[in-house]
Every structure is written in structure tokens, then in C-alpha cells.
């Protein structure tokens, strides 16, 4: 079965949303900025979008500068389904 596996950070506000995206796109980070998914009820309409193996380096840099997050999810899809897990 094929599946692909992505983590969508979101924030309390564009404005921590922006501020994060110029922050890690310093840092030389690849993801992409997305509109939050609709399975993810928030507050901001603009989320991280990025692989897993940067995780921890996105986890810690927003921490770091104090960035108010609402939620790190995993979101993994499959051919027929969606599945959505709060990690974070």
C-alpha cells in the first residue's frame, strides 16, 4: 500500500505563521507554506507544511523564538483515506 507521510505545523495567527516561514526559510529549511488543512479546525488559515526529518529541527527553531503554536500534526494518506494525528 502506498502511503505518504507529511507534518503541518499551525499557528495561532498569520502573523506567527509569517514569522516562522521567514525564520526557517533563513535557516534553509525545505517546506512549503499551505493553506491549514480543513481537517485541522484552527484559528490561522496558513500552516507549515514539511518532512519528517526535519521535525525536530522546526520543533525546536519555533519554540525558540517563542512562536505561539496551536498544534504539530501528522498527516498521513493513503489511497482511500486521510488519517490526522495531533503530535504536538
Known amino acids: 500500500m502506498n502511503r505518504e507521510k507529511i507534518y503541518v505545523i499551525v499557528f495561532d495567527s498569520t502573523h506567527y505563521a509569517i514569522a516562522a516561514e521567514k525564520n526557517l526559510k533563513d535557516k534553509g529549511y525545505k517546506f512549503n507554506m499551505i493553506p491549514t488543512p480543513r481537517e485541522i479546525t484552527a484559528n490561522c488559515g496558513l500552516s507549515i507544511m514539511f518532512n519528517e526529518d ?35
Do not use: A, C, P, R
Open 54 to 88: 526535519i521535525l525536530g529541527y522546526i520543533k525546536k527553531d519555533v519554540e525558540s523564538k517563542n512562536l505561539k503554536v496551536k498544534g504539530i500534526y501528522e498527516m498521513e494518506k493513503t489511497l482511500h483515506e486521510k488519517k490526522v494525528t495531533q503530535i504536538g
